[in-house]
């Protein structure tokens, strides 16, 4: 067989022909790289935080446990962190009313126990754009009372400033998660879906959660309203039907932007200041169906109150029954219709005030109904009549109101 020696030629062309695979193969190459992360551990029941509020530079890690929670196991129902940082607030987020660390954080709160183990404690939930002015009247509050009772928690905006910063019982309470908040938008529902999230995750032994503004003081001592609280199995949140205004709120996306989910007469209007019991809570961290209703933005400001339409519609439609349809929080909204409720001065604190808003009886928003039934079933309506919760907290007063308040705190606001 007569082999044929190659030319220079074509070896010269064979090896431009092989150069660019040569080229393509060390480009290419995979180069392995090793990432450690912080060690995440947080227990039911432990102090809920290491530091007040995480920074900037660094990913927010009980996110990132909540993501790697819900990809290892669809049953996981704690996290853990551990956070020693201590900073600023975080640097302000782009607000977005449906984001994945939501999703993802409010999935893993739907999946926990309903029923709490004990001891059962209250979870207080404080709503706030602000430092808190009354935090003096609250540390009286909570001073005497065994921790094993109660569990705070914090949503602070971060685009706030807060000086003086959170201390006392407030210290190292603000929960990670907190974002920016605006009136007349959505994320003030999101707020509070964070706060009841983080809540039960927490904390298992957490059996009622208090929403409160920074603008809230306590009118009884924490004995009475726990003892309040835990022998009721109900949540207390102001579910109202019939009020002025409402188809103009429930078309403020547009006239057909509710529909088909939600019809005007499942359409409630509420105080956004409530106690649920672990099972709405629960209920309200899982909702998707209501929630994408109330996610889009209204066209008009002046008739857009979604914070006080989600949750009393959400649980009305939910379970009307499992609720007492009426807040704790007392307010005036005598002759306001500017949006805000009345607002007391320091002049106008004094024992006289106090008891005068435990003398109230909350407005009971399923009363006509009830009406109705007992007079036809009766022919009186004497045992509708006799509904009276107390009053637990009451709003709003200025911050140089505490002055006053913390004068009359031994002997009237925690005299019960």
Request: overall charge neutral; proline content about 9%.
């Amino acid at each position: 067989m007569l082999l044929l020696s190659p030319s220079p030629i074509s070896l010269l062309c064979a090896l431009l022909l092989c150069l660019p695979l040569a080229i393509i193969f060390t480009i290419t190459s995979p180069i392995t790289t090793t990432a450690t992360g912080p060690c995440i551990t947080l227990t039911g029941g432990a102090t809920p935080f290491q530091n007040t509020l995480i920074p900037t530079s660094l990913k927010n890690p009980l996110l990132a446990a909540i993501k790697s929670a819900s990809k290892e196991t669809e049953t996981q129902q704690t996290i853990n962190y551990n956070i020693t940082a201590t900073a600023p607030p975080p640097a302000a987020a782009e607000i977005d009313y449906d984001d994945e660390d939501d999703n993802s954080l409010f999935r893993l709160a739907a999946r926990v126990g309903s029923n709490p183990t004990g001891p059962r404690k209250l979870a207080f939930l404080f709503l706030t754009t602000t430092p808190l002015p009354f935090a003096p009247i609250w540390e009286i509050y909570f001073n005497k009372t065994p921790k094993t009772l109660y569990n705070i928690y914090i949503h602070a905006d971060p685009n706030s400033p807060y000086d003086p910063p959170f201390s006392g019982v407030f210290r190292n309470r603000v929960i990670p998660e907190s974002k920016p908040t605006r009136r007349h938008t959505p994320n003030l529902i999101s707020a509070a879906r964070r706060l009841l999230s983080h809540a039960l995750l927490h904390d298992p032994s957490n059996s009622k959660f208090a929403l409160l503004s920074p603008s809230c003081i306590p009118l009884h001592s924490f004995k009475f309203t726990y003892r309040t609280l835990i022998r009721s199995r109900k949540s207390f949140i102001e579910i109202l039907k019939n009020e002025t205004g409402a188809w103009e709120r429930w078309a403020a996306r547009g006239e057909e932007a509710m529909l088909p989910e939600l019809p005007f007469e499942d359409f409630r209007i509420g105080s956004q200041f409530f106690v649920l019991t672990r099972k709405h809570a629960r209920m309200v961290a899982g909702d998707r169906r209501v929630w994408a209703k109330f996610k889009m933005p209204c066209l008009e400001e002046d008739t857009c109150y979604p914070e006080e339409q989600y949750f009393p519609t959400l649980l009305n439609m939910k379970d009307p029954r499992g609720c007492v349809h009426a807040t704790l929080t007392h307010v005036d909204w005598t002759g306001r219709d500017d949006g805000h409720p009345r607002t007391y001065n320091a002049s106008e604190v004094g024992p006289g005030l106090i008891v005068g808003f435990r003398r109230d009886r909350p407005r009971y928003g399923d009363e006509e109904d009830d009406d109705v039934t007992m007079m036809l079933m009766n022919g009186s309506d004497s045992s509708v009549r006799r509904r009276r919760h107390p009053f637990l907290f009451a709003r709003k007063f200025t911050p140089d109101s505490v002055g006053p308040l913390l004068s009359i705190a031994s002997d009237v606001i925690f005299k019960d």
